[in-house]
């Protein structure tokens, strides 16, 4: 009978302190795969659904945010998923951020809702999205969640899985870094 070093390390009572090592490896690694980017989002289920606040609608801001919220809301319990919209544009030297009207009146008003986005750099969007979803489409609360949040962010999310100093290499983000890593990975065969 062959072990796994899963087994060899749960026999030996390694395994919770190899995870413990593998997770902060894994927080500081700025690549960021699929698996990585699901196991952050069942942390941060797990997080939401241990608190009383549970959300009745799901919102992502734009892009990356719409692709998060939408992953989560299937695996929420299939909740409603809307997305909102930026626009941005320069006043002088000011960077002007307006939310477009994309999400539906009738599954904000008055509800508690989820607004996703992938990571939070500076902050602004999920600051004005959320405004813009409590003043103008009359949310009853609105709670934010990110993958990653820059330590420079001025705005704090509810929920976050890590911090980092450096943007990270998300697995949506067609890069030179995924493109060099997807090439040592898939080969292509030869034919004979």
């Known amino acids: 009978m062959l072990l796994s070093i899963w087994d060899v390390l749960k026999f030996l009572d390694y395994l919770p302190v190899f995870e413990k090592f593998y997770s902060r490896f894994e927080k500081q690694s700025r690549n960021k795969s699929w698996g990585q980017i699901l196991r952050m989002l069942e942390n941060l289920a797990e997080q939401i659904r241990a608190e009383p606040y549970q959300p009745d609608v799901?919102?992502?801001a734009a892009r990356e945010g719409a692709?998060?919220?939408?992953?989560?809301?299937?695996?929420?319990?299939?909740?409603?998923?809307?997305?909102?919209?930026?626009?941005?544009?320069?006043d002088g030297d000011t960077v002007i951020l307006k939310m477009l009207n994309t999400a539906s009146d009738e599954f904000i008003k008055g509800k508690k809702?989820?607004?996703?986005?992938?990571?939070c750099n500076s902050g602004q969007t999920l600051k004005v999205a959320k405004d813009y979803l409590i003043q103008e489409k009359s949310a009853a609360e609105v709670r934010t969640m990110v993958l990653g949040k820059s330590i420079?962010?001025?705005?704090?999310?509810?929920?976050?899985?890590?911090?980092?100093?450096?943007?990270p290499n998300w697995a949506w983000v067609y890069t030179d870094v995924y493109k060099r890593r997807r090439k040592e990975h898939y080969k292509p065969s030869r034919r004979l």
Do not use: H, M
């Open 58 to 60: 799901v919102v992502g």
């Open 113 to 119: 809702v989820l607004l996703i986005d992938g990571e």
């Open 67 to 90: 692709l998060i919220a939408s992953i989560f809301a299937i695996n929420w319990r299939y909740k409603p998923l809307c997305v909102v919209d930026r626009e941005t544009y320069l």
């Open 152 to 167: 420079t962010s001025t705005f704090q999310p509810d929920y976050f899985y890590f911090e980092y100093q450096e943007r």
